[in-house]
């Protein structure tokens, strides 16, 4: 809103406003130097490379979700959202770990597999667009099919496999920094680079807030959708290369992945000036989220505490951005 | 003859029983600005979309600079050079300005969106064609409505079009920035491009077209030049009856007060109010967009917390907390946007028509379906509700219809006093003189009707007393008897010269809008 | 965008197909695993399905079908299933008896319901987000009382034995449903708060203005929501003699299918309580019945997952044609 309005608000909007337009990455950095202070090695460069790597797969699947988020718009009701993402990845890492078991060449058994984090991503586009079913619908429904395959394969136990790949991501370093954080990064720039500076992701953002103007501009906004959940479908891909590096296969228990990955891609748009989704935003909350169970760890208090902290943040920044839209809603 | 820019002939549309458009012609001609006036109904939404490529004609053909068209798609019409300002602003809110002009076809760097370069070239041509700046990088949602249809122009002139057309461009301007938007117009028109201007407000069609299309039930029964036809006379070719019938007004004797407003103030809003409304009296209010009348309205409703001042219902102080609390308090509002606040368009004409009394039809947490269908079915026979049925949709009934169930959900609940914001807006003429009735019969009955419209010429016929509001406060009060139009509007933007009203000698009666 | 020339089919049987495709399916399937599946429509098998797997589901679907029908969601129900178990259970091993356990239990699930009333209503966060919120703090207020996940077991001096009554040749928990059904289906149904909520799940400003308290319909959708699953949660943790740390939360997708699957059941596409009582047995026939013909269980929950796709696709497109 323009600053006129906000000095008319009265004291107690206005520091609650400029808290979250400013603080939240006031906040970050002050919940970093508390651990700094309180955690031992918390700010040594192992340490940080460490919460990066470790960050990798919740922050591949987040950015994936973002995308959606992006061109669905921000309702989370009627609006973009991809529920099936964490099953996704199992399912992609139970497949790479198949093929690889079953004899494949590298490059077939790792095509083959984002050929499958695509074909569900084509599912859910072809639900959300074609079947025009609400994504939140459409997407609990998937996950469910595709969490089912995912046990078909597995049996609901552990699928050990090894490749160069995985050896790679797993114990490879460059410059002191282990792979999987490059991975993060290199995902984190590319899709950041295609959502908030190119042409594609204005549209994409255009389509997501303002179907009609996109319509009226000539975009073609079910082309827009259908390709946000393809997105996310390889981004679900990616990350089950990095988690299957990470546990040596593919496990059990991808699914309780999903809240984490929602509740980051929620909390990544405080950190933008216009508060939406944005890849930037959903990276930052990620490595927060990061250096949180990391620093917890460190400082021996139970990751119990963990998913109750993460509820309270959402709580927090949901209730003060709803306070800032100011949208007249009930429920 | 030259070639007109625009040239629509014979075109038929028929939605299942409707003839909506019937041989419609519309000529256009190169240069002009061109408006076209009609009613709710008469079809100049289906022409524009006929002509948009949304809707596909029966019959009739469409001719732009000379080249014939059956039919056209909207990508082929744009790229005839016909572009369309609508209603709707159709910018993302969360945009930059730059951002909004050239989404679609933004300014590149290879794969890469130059956002400064299109911050600067938007600034640029904002002050190149509009003589305008807009706060850096401003995002849509914090301009305000004008400012975001100045863009909305721009963005539309970035394809260097030839005809423009404005589909309802001042509904929601203020009258400086209708003037501002006029200029506008006329700017553009010397530059060479060819506009068509729909509206309801006649005095802007009067002071900037050059010909004018009438629209009625369907068909074009005019093109008259404004300069030379008088107001009147255009909205008598649009409705085909002498308007001033319409206005009905019963005569009541006013009780006692039922609402008093003392100093009543809302930040910047509205201040220092002093109001009082009797039972049996019907207030009118007005004003500008920002005067303050529509946030007064808000708080009777328990919307919008006054600060300072205080509110009296039947003589004794009320803090109007909620709107559930004006409502216990017996205080009815029929809002304006009808299908989001004042029905709900999915639930039945019985549910709709219950639901502000339901503690009346409910016994031990049950409700008792005779009862409501015996109230239901009363009202939709005292209000003239046309519906299929009691259990029909609301979203089938025409807007009059749905006004009338906005109205009748509190008519069981005996009132005291009723808040219509702008009840006529999107009503056909038929159904505005029932509610004109409808009004009417409420005061007889002694309830304390406040209405607020920008529909000068309908508070003169349905009200005793016009309270104008300007900038937050009371401009002027008047007797609906003894003022016209003239007086409201110069009332309403400020005028510091208001003639008195009882000097005047007989004027035409000037019709803002229809 | 043209508009459709061709006239559609008549939207009267249209909407009579769509409203019995949910049943009709029912039927079929039955049929189906009648003749394929032996022993599917013998005493034993039926009454475990209904008993173990049908009340439980059931139970919190109807909670979640009153928070979809005010034009929400809860995605808590687990936990309020599961606080509402570690209250029973907790209560139980105290030496506190049925008379203490039950109130308390139900008291806990309640106090779940208002906080999330009171993030919704109170603080105006949408449910999505606000009851996502109360999951993962609810989930964590578990693993610390629970050191991880830890089991709580009832006593054996105090076991409830609920499961084991018997009334009328019905279980007590298939009656525990029928009553929660029956209550929550007519006061939505017929009653004032159910055309309270009615309001507030389509057009919620209509209803802020028509005098409508939207606080008070939330803070009672979403306390009766936790209200039946922590029914659930006794029943559960009666059945099974002990508090299992966040097994609630197994209920939370099938039950917002079976909401949404009986949707169809509705001419206006409300979320409705007989509608989701089958869209539960739906559910439960399906994996039983592939179950029983020796289908691997894993492709059961695939087979399900499908089938509940393919009834909300047929239901949304119907009801769009229907519609234009």
Known sequence: MPASEILAQPLFRRLGLLLLRRGSLLGFVAILAVFAVSAPNFLSPGNIANVFAQSAILGILAFGLTCVVIGGGSNVVSGGLDLSLAANLGLCAAVYSSLNNAGLQGWESIGLTLLCGLAVGALNGITVVVLRLPPLLATLASMNLIAGLELVLTHNSVLPTDSALLDILANGEWLQVPVLAWVLLVVALLLGLLIQHSPYGLRLYAVGEYPEAARAAGLGVGRYVFSSYLIAGLCAATAAFCSSAYFSGSTTGSGELLLSVVAIAFLGGVFSRRLVANIPGTLLATLLLGFLINGFQLLNIASFWVNGVQGVLILLVVAMSSALRKEEGGL | MTVPALHLQGIAKRFGPTQALDGVDLRVERGSIHGLVGENGAGKSTLIKVLAGIYRADSGTLTVDGQSFADLNPHQVEALGVHFIHQERLLPPGFTVGEALFFGHELRRGPFIRRRAQDREAARLLREYFDLEFPPGALVRELDSAQRQVLQITRALLARPKILVFDEPSVSLVKREVDQLLAIIRRLRDQGLTIVYISHYLQEIESLCDQVTVLRNGRAVAVVDPRTTSIAHIARLMVNREVGEMYTKPVVTPGEVVLELKGLGAGLAYRDINLSLRRGQVLGLTGLVGSGAKELLRSLFGLLQPEAGSVHLQGRITRLTSSRDAVRKGIALVPEERCSHGVAPQLSVLENLTLAGLSRFSRWGLLNAAAEARESDQLIAELGIKTAGRDAAVQQLSGGNQQKVALGKWLGRDCKVYLLDEPSVGIDIGAKVEIYRLIGRLAQQGAAVLVLSSDLPELIGITDRIVVMHRGTVAGEFDARQVDSDHLLACATGAREIPDPSLESEREPDYASV | ?324
């Not at chain 3, 993962?136 to 001096?157: D, K, M, N, R, W």
Request: aromatic residues 8%; hydrophobic residues 60%.
């Open chain 3, 1 to 324: 965008m043209t508009t459709l020339a061709a006239k559609p089919v008549s939207p009267l049987f249209l909407s009579r197909l769509l409203r019995g495709i949910l049943p009709l399916l029912i039927v079929l399937i039955v049929g189906f695993f009648a003749v394929a599946a032996p022993g599917f429509l013998s005493l034993g098998n039926l009454s475990s399905l209904l008993l173990n797997n049908f009340v439980l589901l059931a139970l919190v679907a109807i909670g979640m079908t009153w928070a979809v029908a005010a034009g929400g969601i809860d995605l808590s129900v687990g936990t309020a299933v599961d606080f509402a178990a570690l209250a029973f259970v907790v209560l139980l091993n105290g030496g506190h008896g049925l008379a203490i356990a039950v109130p308390g239990a139900l008291l806990a699930g309640a106090l779940v319901g208002g906080f999330n009333a009171g993030l919704i209503a109170g603080l105006g966060i949408t449910p999505f987000l606000a009851t996502l919120g109360t999951l993962f703090i609810g989930t964590s207020v578990q693993q610390l009382l629970s050191e991880g996940g830890q089991p709580i077991y009832i006593a054996q001096s105090v076991l409830p034995g609920l499961t084991a009554v018997s009334w009328l040749g019905l279980p007590l928990p298939l009656w525990l449903v029928l009553g929660v059904a029956l209550a929550y289906g007519v006061i939505l149904a017929l009653g004032r708060l159910g055309r309270e909520i009615l309001a507030v799940g389509t057009q919620v400003q209509l209803a802020r203005y028509s005098g409508l308290s939207i606080r008070s319909i939330s803070l009672k959708v979403f306390v009766a929501s936790a209200l039946a699953c922590a029914v659930a949660g006794i029943v559960l943790s009666s059945t099974v003699n002990a508090y299992v740390p966040m097994s609630g939360n197994g209920f939370l997708i099938n039950a917002i299918g079976a909401v949404f699957m009986g949707t169809t059941l509705s001419r206006s596409g409300r979320a409705n309580i007989p509608g989701t009582l089958l869209g539960v047995l739906f559910i439960n026939v399906i994996a039983n019945g592939l179950l029983l013909i020796g289908w691997n269980f894993y492709w059961q929950q695939v087979a399900t997952g499908a089938l509940i796709l393919l009834v909300l696709a047929f239901s949304f497109a119907s009801r769009r044609l229907q519609t234009l």
